[in-house]
């Protein structure tokens, strides 16, 4: 029942863009394979095989760690509502830090976040739908303030502190690449 094809579609743009969440997939050439959910307003589609997303700071780094070693990445979206849908998109991805070149035209896409740790600018080249029918009916009630909220209680410094302590390796040890 799934359906592959070589690029993000108007229909596929715009599932995307009604979905709250999002998953990111990685893996590195040995060590764990890491699946991690996204949400808040952190996700753009810029073209047909073309999506950029603000990573936020969180409690680990796998995705940028994974990149580094083996440039593939793959993002899914599956929908909680009367649509039984699941969609990946299948590509390669660029890391970029604040104050690379790229960085600053890129953020202005999204609303402006204290803790953007890092964009990802994700090449696909390979888009696959399937049917979603065991997903379960969830209602989405609203964004969740944690993340705000614990930015609202650092200092940029301390915030690059918990870069430092938490954010500078994968959980198999490799590098992440995070300024600090």
């Known amino acids: 029942m799934s359906k592959q094809f070589p690029q993000i579609e108007e229909a596929h743009r715009k599932f995307i863009e009604e979905q709250h969440m999002f998953f990111t997939g990685s893996a590195g050439p040995e060590g764990r394979v890491n699946i991690s959910p996204k949400g808040m307003d952190s996700l ?4 047909p095989d073309r999506i950029v997303w603000m990573n936020l700071t969180g409690s680990g780094n796998e995705t ?3 990149l580094l070693e083996v440039n593939r990445i793959t993002l899914m979206w599956c929908s909680f509502t009367t649509r039984p849908q699941i969609l990946r998109a ?7 830090h604040a104050g690379v070149e790229g960085w600053a035209d890129l953020a202005a896409l999204f609303p402006a976040h204290r803790s953007a740790r890092q964009i990802f600018d994700v090449s696909v080249d390979l888009v696959q739908t399937s049917c979603g029918y065991a997903v379960p009916f969830m209602e989405y009630q609203s964004d969740r303030d944690t993340m705000q909220k614990w930015v609202d209680g650092k200092s940029d410094a301390d915030i690059r502190a918990y870069w430092a302590e938490k954010n500078q390796s994968t959980i198999d040890g ?5 300024p600090v």
């Open 174 to 178: 490799k590098p992440t690449g995070v």
């Open 44 to 47: 753009r589609v810029l073209g």
């Open 90 to 96: 299948y590509g390669t991805a660029k890391v970029l």
């Open 64 to 66: 940028a760690g994974h």
